[in-house]
C-alpha cells in the first residue's frame, strides 16, 4: 500500500507485472562451467579500478539487456560508492561524457565496440583510443573484464535471470 502525499486517507495498492519466472538454473545443472566462469571473472579483474570495472559491467549488461547483470553491478557499484548520476548517465555516456574519465570514456567505447560486433570487427580508432589509456597487460583485463560479463550476460538473458534479489557482494 502507499499513501498518495497529498491525502493521507486514502491509500491505493500499486500491482506490478508478475516476476518471470527463471527458465533454468544453469548454475546448478552445469556446476562446472559456472566454477569456471567464477575463475574466469576472478583473474578478468585482477589489477583493474573497481570503479571502472563496475562502469564495463554495467554498460555491457545494458547493451546485451541483461536486467539480472544490470542489476547486481548497480547494486556493487553504489556499494561501492559510486554515485548515482554516473549510474544513470551510463545508458547515454556518449552524450554525457563530462561525467568521466578520459580513461573511463575509453574503456567504454571498446565495451560496446567488443559488445556489438555488427561490424565484425573493433575499429581501429577504438582500440587505439583504449591503447592510449592503458597500459598493455591493464588492456588486456579490460578485454577480458568486456569479454567474461558478455558470457554472464548471455547466460543471464537466456535463462531469464530475475532481477531484484541481488544484494551487493553476494557472489564475491
Not at 500499486?14 to 562451467?33: C, I, M, S, T
Not at 579483474?45 to 546485451?64: C, F, M, P, W
Not at 578485454?143 to 541481488?166: D, E, K, L, Q, S
Request: aromatic share 8%; glycine share 4%.
Amino acid at each position: 500500500m502507499t499513501t498518495h502525499p497529498d491525502d493521507t486517507t486514502t491509500t491505493t495498492t500499486v500491482e506490478y507485472a508478475p516476476e518471470r519466472p527463471a527458465r533454468l538454473e544453469w548454475a546448478k545443472h552445469a556446476p562446472e562451467v559456472y566454477k569456471a566462469m567464477i575463475r574466469l571473472e576472478t583473474a578478468a579483474r585482477k589489477g583493474l579500478d573497481h570503479t571502472l570495472y563496475e562502469l564495463v559491467k554495467i554498460r555491457a549488461s545494458q547493451i546485451n539487456h541483461c536486467a539480472f547483470c544490470i542489476d547486481m553491478h548497480t547494486k556493487d557499484a553504489l556499494a561501492s560508492g559510486e554515485s548515482v548520476e554516473r549510474i544513470v548517465q551510463l545508458s547515454a555516456w556518449d552524450e554525457s561524457r563530462h561525467f568521466y574519465t578520459a580513461k573511463e570514456i575509453a574503456a567504454l567505447e571498446l565495451t560496446e565496440a567488443v559488445t556489438v560486433l555488427t561490424d565484425g570487427f573493433v575499429p581501429d580508432e577504438v582500440y587505439d583510443n583504449a591503447a592510449e589509456h592503458f597500459e598493455e597487460a591493464e588492456l588486456a583485463q579490460v578485454i577480458a573484464a568486456i569479454t567474461t560479463i558478455n558470457a554472464w550476460n548471455r547466460f543471464g538473458v537466456t535463462c531469464r535471470m530475475a532481477p531484484g534479489h541481488y544484494q551487493p557482494g553476494q557472489y564475491k
